[in-house]
């Protein structure tokens, strides 16, 4: 679920920000050199960070967990067919972070 969680905002943060470039960057706002549009940007960018620093944290302490159970003894080996099923959920599974 995370894995698709980062996918989404991957796309959704892209094209928020070829819409909001379009949006802020116009003769309007070009007092002071754009310093407005600079920092809806830079606002936008510092947000990006902080949702992606999230998600990392998130699954680098879901790597740490399995490893975990693995460690308890949790790690009975599983047929194909549950593994394929079990998908990201399965207790080998590492997310690259």
């Known amino acids: 679920m995370q894995c698709a969680v980062g996918v989404a905002m991957q796309i959704t943060i892209g094209d928020l ?14 007092a002071h050199r754009f310093r407005r ?3 809806i940007a830079i606002g936008y960018l510092t947000f ?20 975990r159970i693995i460690a308890a003894g949790g790690n009975e080996l599983v047929d194909h067919e549950m ?6 959920r399965e207790v080998h599974w590492r997310y690259r972070v």
């Open 17 to 30: 920000g070829a819409i909001a470039g379009v949006l802020i960057y116009r003769p309007a706002f070009s």
């Open 48 to 67: 990006s960070i902080a949702l992606s620093s999230a998600l990392w944290y998130s699954m680098a302490s879901e790597n740490r967990r399995r490893a």
């Open 83 to 88: 593994k394929v099923l079990l998908d990201d």
């Open 37 to 39: 549009p600079h920092m």
